[in-house]
């Protein structure tokens, strides 16, 4: 199988990738720039686990084409921060206990903090909206809309947003 | 062997015409993707027996929502998540929007296109039934010109289709409709989110001057036979009746008898039929509670 070139922004840095005809973003975004935060469930689209932020929407990875990214801009979990460095909603994540074995973690995150950038004070129904394409089989969700809640106070009580410290 | 040797493309034109051209040169051999969330869940482990893409993303006019003159125009590439927020969508066809809010999940109704969701010809397909109870009609275009057909022309049986292999479809015309419109969506399934629906109700009723006499009838289902159908039956009863005279309930009853659902994972036959009959009931109540205020309402 032949190999075509793409360009695509990925965690603002610009990479040139080769890839085929049957190569999904999922694997281009695992295999060939080993952020391997991004993770496979079901492959269809029904789980979250491959939620990725393309062109400032959530989407599924494992439904998307990696040529259909040529030119988007991604942003994964290893894009929103690090060790030194926790988004405001992994924090709150881990403060609350929503994470247990982590599979859904990065999914469920990208989908929170989505949610948070469009809705800054949503209710709980609202929460549950948000994160409705996102599996979670270990939480029973409750710790995770906790989570939700904890960073969307806190986001909004203070001004500095991504990466302030604790209140 | 030679055929081996023809490298894998991917076109993706910014203009129609080329669309309509790389379609006319490559027929069955290409495959043309919106959104990608049907295809690639149908093609999950056989990617590879897809040689050549022609992607929609980068023809701009298929993303617009407009209206013209005395019809909306809705483009083939405009997403479900599009749909939702329009407010024009919410003025002029309610149940539209309501139906798209209940696709899938944000991921998927970010996606996910209203040209998918018809090309794709799913029975169950959520948008299917409203689109056909307002009345939708389906711009297919080709390098030999084009073609306008009804939703009831355009399903032949499921996931089956009149379009043919150099055909695009490239928009959605919808008649606007009166003032005194009403609409009612319900989608029965398992759960809310990222569910394929057990059955889907579009039920849409025009009001005369009068704003008592019903003047027009779309009564649409989903999931209950090979296509999305309407039930004429039922314009036949309401038609020039008043509203508040109508039996609901003989009105259910033929929505059960005429449709023809089958046995399947979501739902057997049985319980399809009866729920009809009383999604039916519920949504003539929901009209008729909305009827007084003689605006766009619905629910």
Not at chain 1, 35 to 46: A, D, F, I, M, R
Not at chain 2, 134 to 142: E, G, I, K, M, N
Not at chain 2, 186 to 208: D, F, P, S
């Amino acid at each position: 199988m032949n190999k075509l070139n793409i360009e695509l922004t990925v965690n603002g840095k610009k990479r040139k990738v080769e890839t085929t005809t049957s190569t999904r973003l999922l694997d281009l975004i695992r295999d060939d720039l080993h952020l391997t935060g991004t993770k496979e469930g079901c492959g269809k689209g029904e789980c979250g686990a491959c939620t990725v932020i393309m062109n400032s929407e959530l989407a599924a990875s494992c439904l998307v084409l990696a040529l259909q990214a040529d030119g988007a801009d991604i942003t994964t979990i290893e894009g929103i921060g690090n060790d030194k460095c926790l988004d405001p909603v992994q924090k709150a994540f881990i403060e609350t206990g929503a994470v247990q074995c982590g599979f859904c973690t990065p999914g469920m995150i990208l989908a929170a903090k989505k949610l948070l950038e469009e809705n800054p004070h949503p209710d709980e129904e609202e929460i549950k909206r948000g994160i409705s394409g996102n599996l979670c089989r270990c939480t029973g969700y409750q710790k995770i809309i906790d989570a939700i809640k904890l960073a969307a106070n806190r986001l909004s009580s203070s001004d500095s947003g991504r990466g302030e410290k604790d209140a | 062997m030679q055929q081996r040797t023809i490298p894998c493309q991917y076109f993706a034109p910014q203009k129609i015409e080329e669309a309509l051209g790389i379609l006319f040169r490559y027929g069955n051999e290409i495959k043309v993707i919106a959104g990608g969330t049907d295809l690639l869940v149908q093609y999950y482990d056989r990617l590879y027996e897809i040689n050549h893409w022609l992607d929609l993303k980068n023809i701009k006019e298929l993303k617009d929502i407009r209206i013209n003159k005395n019809q909306m125009e809705i483009g083939a590439m405009v997403t479900h998540t599009q749909l939702e927020v329009s407010e024009d969508i919410k003025k002029y066809f309610p149940i539209l929007g309501q139906a798209a809010a209940d696709i899938g999940s944000p991921q998927i109704r970010n996606r996910g296109t209203v040209g998918g969701n018809i090309v794709n010809a799913s029975p169950a397909g959520d948008l299917l039934a409203p689109l056909m109870a307002y009345d939708a009609q389906f711009r297919l275009l080709s390098i030999q010109g084009e073609k306008i057909v009804t939703a009831e022309e355009f399903f032949i049986g499921p996931k089956k289709t009149i379009l043919e292999p150099a055909q695009l479809l490239t928009q959605i015309i919808l008649p606007l409709p009166s003032e005194r419109t009403y609409g009612s969506w319900i989608k029965i399934g398992k759960r809310k989110a990222l569910i394929i629906a057990t059955i889907t109700l579009a039920l849409v009723v025009e009001m005369a001057e009068d704003h008592k006499t019903v003047k027009d009838v779309r009564t649409c289902l989903g999931s209950v036979a090979p296509t999305p159908i309407e039930i004429k039956e039922v314009k036949k009863k309401m038609v020039g009746k008043n509203f508040n005279q109508l039996d609901f309930a003989e009105l259910g009853q033929i929505v059960e008898d005429k449709i023809s659902p089958i046995d399947d994972i979501r739902g057997t036959r049985e319980y399809r039929k009866d729920v009809a009959k009383k999604i039916m009931i519920k949504a003539l109540e929901e009209i008729d509670s909305a009827c007084g205020g003689g605006s766009y309402i619905n629910e």
